[in-house]
């Protein structure tokens, strides 16, 4: 029965998700998966309030757990399965079948509550079953160059200076430089140590309370606590849109990894640094779309000018890191695709660049073996596009292909005035683009 050993398996599944999360396989979308579980387990106040005396007080914390890995199950299984069988013996389907059913039976009229609370009602917006790669016309042209251009190159079949000719548009080479190095930092790999996952069940204000505030960065870290309750405070409010609940969860489950970007250490706290500016960055961008909500959930111990002190001081700290911490658990994806893709869906752009068309068709022709026409139609082209391999990868490319198109165009938005809301703006696209 689950109420024998919720929390041994409760203990395991988050092992599980952890090695997934940190593992250089998955993609920033199995990332906001996992960040759900990560980000109700730690959460204080949730459904089911925790009890360490009471074993099926966690009933609701594994639920989630395992509505994320069924969900991995259908749509991402290899690399579940890469780390399951190191924890678990049972078959994935026989576990998931007993114990699913198990949880909704205690947690009956509960399951949609805790389903909204934590933001998994809103997953399908990310689209993770998604196969396919979609083409918008004159927008994600770049990812599908950028894509083809590394493949090509990783391949060996023809030469560096062979695939830079075929790319005359200075512009547009440098762009293509940017998407490719971009992707390849989200390949990395972390170490993980067992040793490292310490007791799943701390009492996280608990911990962040005991931080040592004798350290030299003690006017940061003073704000550790106060940012982590506001953060939890606005997933919680009914104002909280699918995105700022999934920006949220993205900061308080690089709070709950203890072998983040910098390792986190009670004592003289540096290893909290990083979790603060991702803490602060989130609450600054909920600011800009939404000062009400921010305002409701301040206190006398952190206001607005506290978040900011805290921003701008951190991303100093970690200089060129603050993009790695961005990027750690598929925030600065997240904050592209909602801000980018799917503002396009509803308005495409059936232009294409007739020069992005022949050097697209140059290195397709080299990718496939094909000889289409240079000069042919974009819609006889798009057949071709079908017969892609790794369309996963590929529509990495196109997320970050698309990022890159819209910073040049918020670029070009702020140099053309400087009052406050340009300035928020500016200081936002200085850390997504660090």
Request: hydrophobic share 40%.
């Amino acid at each position: 029965m689950v109420d024998q050993g919720i929390r041994n398996k409760l203990n395991l599944l988050y092992k599980i998700l952890v090695r997934i999360s940190l593992s250089g396989k998955s993609d920033w979308k199995t990332k906001i998966y996992v960040n759900v579980a990560l980000s109700y387990f730690i959460i204080p106040e949730d459904v089911v309030p925790d009890n360490v005396l009471e074993e099926k007080s966690f009933v609701d914390d594994l639920y989630v757990c395992l509505l994320i890995i069924n969900d991995l199950r259908k749509y991402r299984k290899e690399i579940l399965m890469s780390f399951f069988s190191e924890y678990i013996k049972e078959s994935v389907d026989q576990f998931l079948s007993e114990n699913l059913h198990e949880c909704e039976t205690i947690l009956g009229n509960k399951i949609e509550l805790i389903k909204k609370e934590v933001g998994y009602d809103s997953l399908n917006k990310i689209n993770l079953h998604d196969k396919e790669f979609s083409l918008v016309m004159g927008q994600e042209l770049l990812g599908v160059i950028a894509f083809l251009y590394d493949e090509l190159l990783k391949s060996k079949k023809v030469g560096k200076s062979v695939l830079d000719n075929l790319i005359t548009v200075e512009e547009l080479f440098f762009d293509v430089e940017k998407t490719i190095k971009e992707y390849r930092s989200t390949l990395k790999e972390v170490p993980f140590n067992e040793l490292s996952i310490e007791d799943v069940f701390v009492d996280y204000e608990t911990k962040l309370g005991k931080i040592d505030m004798s350290s030299k960065y003690r006017g940061i870290l003073k704000f550790a606590l106060p940012i982590f309750k506001i953060l939890y405070g606005i997933q919680k409010s009914p104002r909280s849109d699918w995105v700022i609940k999934h920006e949220i969860n993205c900061a308080l489950a690089y709070f709950a990894l203890s072998n983040d970007v910098i390792a986190d250490t009670i004592k003289e706290g540096t290893g909290f640094v990083d979790d603060l500016f991702l803490g602060s960055f989130v609450l600054f961008d909920i600011y800009i779309k939404d000062q009400r909500l921010i305002l409701e959930h301040i206190s006398n111990k952190l206001n607005i000018d506290d978040i900011m002190y805290v921003l701008e001081e951190s991303s100093e700290l970690l200089s060129k890191d603050s993009n790695e911490i961005l990027n750690f658990l598929g925030l600065k994806s997240l904050l592209n695709y909602s801000g980018v893709y799917l503002k396009n869906k509803n308005s495409k752009d059936d232009k294409v660049d007739d020069k992005l068309k022949e050097v697209l068709i140059g290195l397709l022709n080299l990718y496939l073996g094909e000889s289409i026409n240079k000069q042919a139609d974009f819609k006889i082209v798009i057949p071709y596009l079908k017969n892609i391999k790794n369309t996963r990868k590929l529509g990495s490319f196109i997320d970050i292909a698309m990022r890159v198109v819209h910073d040049k165009k918020v670029e070009l938005y702020l140099e053309q005035g400087e009052d406050k809301g340009r300035k928020l703006l500016e200081l936002r696209q200085k850390l997504l683009t660090t």
